[in-house]
């Protein structure tokens, strides 16, 4: 274990303003160190994290805190920022089930301001912090640290464009780590920044604009002719820079965000300045950690990995759902030449890695733009083209208006394939994908898929290339279950989804009808064999696994419970408005009499844990199944 002599005796902010800038540079190596050990262990967001050091330990010694206030956007780059702000010893139980977050939360201190997980809604936040402030007669700062990602998404733009006019005490700090949006050019250039950055420079100008303001008539004009003259040498000085300055913030940068006396300059000096304004800060991804460094992409989000050599082997050798797709991505690209793929930034994580690389020019990465991403399709489908679409469930949530309006209404061909549905793990609530169901289901025109298998995944993919409508595909962040459950007769010639509707019976029996969607099957087989095993009256289940939510068989689900009198139902979404809740309600309009009772997770905020760990606090696991399928046989008498 590494040693944190520095680290160890800060206990908040001020005590890092009392550090000489040697202290600093190491407090930042050990808070660097401190990081890549707890999330070797324990998985996360590495490099983001790595990269902002500097630049945190400069706000937290800059800032007036916690009065001022900070929003993250998206948040897995605040890990140095809860270090330290009180935080370093529940560091080490990071996104671990009851432990420290790994995105900011109001809930843990009052340093951090905003809770976030998504991207490009910390302009927003944090305007409308300040716009309270001001309401109040609080003349705080308020600042936004927002990446060169999420700063392209729309609702960033929009932001932009609202602060830039609000004249609000509003920071914009740009952590720029993949390409310089402005270049400084030549000594003048910097010797023009240090200049505007001087606070005797902020001061000097302060006190002649009230000087001339009260110079009636001709006082006015002649600030408002003064600052459009330096305007336009700001956008002549910086040709792409001048969007922000035209928006209405004052523009400063870019500066090296690893340089803790220039950082530190900027923002204190900046403190002075009233209104928005815009700091462009250069970092480096994965600082500190070579293998970080060289491969940031790779290291963004990571599982537990080997310190030496850098590598995980959480996966090795096993296949996911997200592998499956990718896979099966190159397969169809290679059968049809109109098979595109879009993405949201998320090329790797949805298993595109390997089809960009084959086809890289039937691969459009958008970034952090999943509303463009999804009309953008619809453009594709309409133009001939057969785009599938690969998100986040917890991010097609941006998406939902487009995905109606722009796919569903004009029954486009269009294909949406869900990664992360399901309960997610470490990353918390904000990335839970236990949503898409209870708001796709309803959706016009929309066909919608949980594959409980590998193979099944499969087959829904081959056979949408032939399918004339949208569908949705959803699936988990998991190891892919092996088994093959596909009817005898199937054969990659089939040219109609429809033959993967029909329930399929993997259990018979005559005691209980269980539906299990999608890959709660793994889980839900174990339940039933618990069920079975441990009954002393020769308990029988039918038991039956579900891959189509929309179109739903209800044929061969009615015949089942007129036998057997009860029904239970399993899902790994929200069971408010879910799967179960829609399957009651039909038969409810049967006149069959059954005993229902159905599982999923439950209506409420679900946390950071395991995956299996979330599964069995919601009793979606083997156990909490079978002592929910047990009661209702023993409570519920049979009725059919």
Same mark, same amino acid.
């Given at each position: 274990m590494?040693d944190y002599?520095?680290l160890?005796?800060?206990d908040?902010?001020?005590?890092?303003r009392n550090?000489s800038?040697?202290e600093k540079e190491?407090?930042?190596?050990?808070?660097?160190?401190?990081?890549?050990?707890?999330?070797a262990?324990?998985g996360?967001?590495?490099?983001p994290?790595?990269?902002?050091?500097?630049?945190i330990?400069?706000?937290?010694s800059s800032l007036?805190?916690?009065?001022?206030s900070v929003?993250?956007?998206v948040g897995?780059?605040c890990? %140095?920022?809860?270090?330290l702000?009180?935080?370093?010893?529940e560091?080490?139980?990071?996104?671990?089930?009851?432990?420290l977050?790994?995105?900011?939360?109001r809930?843990?201190s009052?340093?951090?301001?905003?809770?976030t997980?998504h991207?490009?809604t910390s302009?927003?936040?944090?305007?409308?912090?300040a716009?309270?402030?001001r309401?109040?007669?609080?003349?705080?700062r308020?600042?936004a640290?927002?990446?060169?990602?999420s700063?392209g998404?729309?609702? %960033?733009?929009?932001?932009?464009s609202?602060?830039?006019?609000?004249?609000e005490n509003?920071?914009?700090i740009?952590?720029?780590?993949?390409?310089?949006?402005?270049?400084?050019?030549?000594g003048l250039a910097?010797h023009?920044?240090? @200049?505007r950055?001087s606070q005797?420079?902020?001061?000097?100008k302060?006190?002649?604009?009230?000087?001339?303001d009260?110079i009636p008539?001709?006082?006015?004009?002649?600030?408002k002719?003064l600052?459009?003259?330096?305007?336009?040498l700001?956008?002549?000085?910086?040709? +792409?820079g001048?969007?922000?300055e035209q928006?209405?913030?004052r523009?400063?940068?870019?500066?090296?965000?690893?340089d803790l006396?220039?950082?530190d300059?900027h923002?204190r %000096?900046?403190?002075l300045?009233r209104?928005? $304004?815009? @700091?462009?800060?250069?970092t480096?991804k994965g600082k500190g950690?070579?293998f970080?460094e060289?491969?940031?992409a790779?290291y963004?989000?990571v599982?537990p990995?080997d310190l030496?050599n850098?590598?995980s082997?959480?996966?090795?050798?096993?296949?996911t759902?997200?592998?499956?797709?990718g896979?099966?991505?190159?397969?169809? *690209?290679?059968i049809?030449?109109?098979?595109?793929a879009?993405?949201a930034a998320?090329?790797?994580g949805t298993?595109?890695q390997?089809?960009?690389e084959?086809?890289?020019?039937r691969?459009?990465?958008v970034g952090?733009?999943?509303?463009?991403a999804?009309?953008? %399709?619809a453009?594709?489908a309409?133009?001939g083209?057969?785009?599938y679409?690969?998100?986040?469930?917890?991010f097609m949530?941006?998406a939902?208006?487009?995905?109606?309006h722009?796919?569903? @209404?004009q029954?486009?061909?269009v294909?949406f394939?869900?990664?992360r549905?399901?309960?997610v793990g470490g990353?918390?609530?904000?990335?839970?994908?236990i949503?898409d169901l209870?708001?796709t289901?309803?959706?016009?025109n929309?066909?919608?898929? *949980?594959?409980?298998? *590998?193979s099944?995944?499969?087959?829904?993919?081959?056979?949408?290339l032939?399918?004339?409508?949208p569908i949705l595909?959803?699936?988990?962040h998991?190891?892919? +279950?092996?088994?093959?459950?596909?009817?005898?007769d199937?054969?990659? +010639?089939?040219d109609?989804?429809s033959?993967l509707?029909?329930?399929?019976?993997?259990?018979s029996?005559?005691?209980?009808?269980v539906?299990?969607?999608?890959?709660t099957?793994?889980?839900t087989?174990k339940?039933?064999?618990?069920?079975?095993?441990?009954?002393?009256?020769?308990?029988?289940?039918d038991l039956?696994s579900?891959i189509s939510? $929309?179109?739903f068989?209800?044929?061969?689900?009615?015949?089942?419970?007129?036998?057997?009198?009860?029904?239970?139902v399993?899902e790994d979404g929200?069971?408010?408005?879910?799967?179960?809740s829609?399957?009651v309600?039909?038969?409810?309009?049967s006149?069959?009499?059954?005993?229902?009772d159905?599982a999923?997770v439950?209506?409420?905020t679900?946390?950071q844990a395991?995956?299996?760990?979330?599964?069995?606090d919601e009793?979606?696991d083997?156990?909490?199944? *079978?002592e929910?399928m047990?009661?209702?046989?023993e409570e519920?008498p049979?009725?059919?």
């Amino acid at each position: 274990m590494k040693d944190y002599t520095l680290l160890s005796s800060i206990d908040g902010p001020s005590a890092i303003r009392n550090l000489s800038f040697d202290e600093k540079e190491q407090l930042a190596q050990e808070v660097r160190d401190y990081i890549i050990e707890i999330v070797a262990a324990n998985g996360g967001h590495l490099a983001p994290n790595l990269g902002v050091v500097d630049l945190i330990i400069s706000m937290l010694s800059s800032l007036n805190l916690p009065e001022d206030s900070v929003v993250f956007d998206v948040g897995h780059q605040c890990y %140095a920022w809860k270090i330290l702000t009180d935080r370093r010893e529940e560091f080490r139980s990071l996104r671990r089930k009851g432990g420290l977050s790994g995105f900011p939360k109001r809930e843990e201190s009052p340093y951090d301001s905003f809770n976030t997980g998504h991207s490009s809604t910390s302009i927003s936040a944090a305007l409308g912090i300040a716009r309270a402030k001001r309401t109040k007669g609080d003349n705080s700062r308020t600042v936004a640290l927002i990446g060169d990602g999420s700063i392209g998404g729309g609702m %960033a733009f929009e932001a932009l464009s609202d602060a830039g006019q609000s004249g609000e005490n509003l920071l914009v700090i740009l952590n720029d780590n993949q390409m310089c949006i402005d270049q400084v050019v030549g000594g003048l250039a910097h010797h023009f920044e240090k @200049l505007r950055t001087s606070q005797r420079y902020i001061r000097l100008k302060t006190t002649w604009e009230v000087r001339l303001d009260r110079i009636p008539l001709i006082g006015k004009p002649i600030i408002k002719l003064l600052a459009a003259v330096k305007r336009n040498l700001r956008l002549w000085r910086r040709q +792409d820079g001048g969007i922000f300055e035209q928006l209405g913030f004052r523009y400063y940068g870019p500066i090296d965000g690893h340089d803790l006396k220039d950082l530190d300059r900027h923002l204190r %000096a900046l403190r002075l300045v009233r209104g928005p $304004v815009l @700091l462009h800060v250069m970092t480096v991804k994965g600082k500190g950690y070579p293998f970080a460094e060289d491969a940031p992409a790779d290291y963004h989000g990571v599982a537990p990995f080997d310190l030496i050599n850098g590598k995980s082997s959480s996966e090795d050798g096993k296949k996911t759902f997200s592998r499956v797709f990718g896979e099966t991505m190159i397969e169809l *690209a290679e059968i049809d030449h109109d098979v595109v793929a879009v993405t949201a930034a998320m090329m790797q994580g949805t298993g595109l890695q390997t089809f960009s690389e084959k086809f890289p020019d039937r691969l459009f990465d958008v970034g952090i733009a999943e509303q463009h991403a999804v009309t953008m %399709a619809a453009g594709m489908a309409i133009g001939g083209l057969k785009p599938y679409v690969a998100i986040y469930s917890t991010f097609m949530q941006r998406a939902l208006d487009q995905l109606i309006h722009d796919v569903c @209404l004009q029954k486009l061909p269009v294909v949406f394939a869900l990664d992360r549905a399901g309960c997610v793990g470490g990353d918390g609530e904000t990335h839970q994908g236990i949503f898409d169901l209870t708001m796709t289901l309803s959706y016009p025109n929309l066909s919608v898929f *949980a594959p409980a298998t *590998a193979s099944d995944l499969r087959a829904v993919l081959l056979l949408s290339l032939r399918h004339d409508g949208p569908i949705l595909i959803r699936y988990p962040h998991d190891i892919a +279950d092996s088994r093959c459950l596909l009817p005898e007769d199937f054969d990659e +010639d089939w040219d109609d989804l429809s033959k993967l509707v029909p329930l399929r019976r993997i259990e018979s029996g005559d005691d209980l009808t269980v539906v299990s969607l999608g890959a709660t099957l793994t889980n839900t087989v174990k339940a039933v064999d618990l069920v079975v095993n441990n009954s002393k009256n020769n308990i029988s289940i039918d038991l039956f696994s579900c891959i189509s939510a $929309v179109p739903f068989d209800y044929y061969n689900m009615l015949e089942s419970i007129q036998r057997t009198g009860r029904l239970f139902v399993v899902e790994d979404g929200c069971e408010l408005g879910g799967f179960g809740s829609r399957i009651v309600s039909e038969v409810m309009r049967s006149s069959a009499k059954v005993s229902i009772d159905f599982a999923g997770v439950r209506n409420r905020t679900v946390g950071q844990a395991t995956r299996a760990e979330l599964l069995s606090d919601e009793g979606l696991d083997a156990a909490g199944l *079978a002592e929910r399928m047990t009661r209702l046989i023993e409570e519920s008498p049979k009725s059919g």
